[in-house]
């Protein structure tokens, strides 16, 4: 069973700039989520999908911050316009249901300069 | 008070050794935990998860919940150098609700 796909990998963008993350994930799995990694702290929740519908999104900064996730499958993550404190891993996690375990991508590792 | 408290180590232990991993929380409705393993550069990787109290083994791995005491525990036995990680606890309170992570165990396994 393929698990959870995440693209790029690295990004190296300038600030200001936009950046768009995707993810894909695994199939049947109903729950997909968004998370932020700083060095040397857990996965911080930016947004939570069920299926198409965004439950959670409380975390997200929306001012700058946008996701979709449309026929409840691949998810898209965008950052407009990024800044300096945006350098983070982002990680996207899939479960089958809102209770059930996550499994995690490789992440996608942003660096604005 | 952060949701979630775990001591960041590092950790550093003898290949053989028990390796106790610890998280304590203050929310008494967490009753969904789960222990992640994060190598450098990638996603984190689930190891065991448990609901409510009580424990579970698989392999090497023992995952124990004390809810009287908010306390959690991952126990590692006959630790190999490839345990050499970052270990995350988790938890959430019920359905429909958010996952919140520890800050991370740095364990490193002398061969």
């Known amino acids: 069973e393929a698990g959870v796909v995440q693209s790029p990998r690295y990004k190296i963008i300038e600030k200001k700039q936009p950046v768009a993350f995707w993810c894909n994930p695994i199939?049947?799995?109903?729950?997909l989520y968004w998370y932020l990694q700083n060095l040397g702290q857990g996965p911080e929740l930016l947004i939570r999908?069920?299926?198409?519908?965004?439950?959670?999104d409380s975390q997200l900064p929306k001012d700058r911050f946008s996701a979709e996730r449309l026929k409840g499958v691949d998810s898209t993550l965008k950052i407009q316009p990024a800044e300096l404190g945006d350098s983070a891993v982002y990680l996207c996690?899939?479960?089958?249901?809102?209770?059930?375990?996550?499994?995690f991508g490789p992440g996608t590792r942003l660096t604005v300069l | 008070q952060k949701e979630v408290e775990q001591d960041p180590g590092p950790l550093s232990v003898p290949e053989g050794a028990i390796v106790s991993l610890n998280c304590t929380y203050s929310?008494?409705?967490?009753?969904?935990f789960m222990w992640y393993r994060q190598y450098s550069r990638k996603g984190p990787e689930l190891l065991m998860y448990?609901?409510?109290?009580g424990n579970k083994e698989d392999g090497r791995f023992t995952a124990q919940v004390d809810k009287s005491s908010k306390y959690i525990s991952l126990f590692i036995r006959d630790s190999q150098p490839s345990d050499s990680a970052t270990y995350l606890c988790?938890?959430?309170?019920?359905?429909?609700?958010?996952?919140?992570f520890g800050t991370g165990t740095s364990l490193t396994v002398i061969p």
């Open positions: 988790a938890m959430s309170a019920n359905t429909g609700n958010q996952f919140y």
């Open positions: 448990t609901y409510s109290s």
């Open positions: 996690a899939s479960s089958l249901r809102a209770v059930d375990e996550q499994f």
């Open positions: 999908y069920e299926n198409e519908e965004a439950v959670d």
């Open positions: 199939s049947g799995h109903n729950t």
């Open positions: 929310n008494s409705a967490f009753q969904y």
